[in-house]
């Protein structure tokens, strides 16, 4: 049976923590400095349009 699930899902892998945190500290800046940009603020503006139920303001 475990052979069946891995053919199911053969993407599903774990990964260490030390691996997700060090990713998450690359990508949290790299968010920032795009949402920090006109473009990063236009398509915010354009998503909360679109969204507003899912909008903090």
Request: aromatic share 10%; with cysteine.
């Amino acid at each position: 049976m475990a052979s069946q699930e891995k053919c199911q899902n053969p993407y599903e892998i774990e990964l260490p923590q030390s691996i997700i945190n060090s990713f998450a500290r690359f990508l949290v800046p790299e968010i920032q400095k795009f949402y920090a940009s006109e473009q990063g603020r236009k398509e915010l503006k354009e998503w909360k349009k679109k969204h507003p139920d899912k909008s903090e303001e």
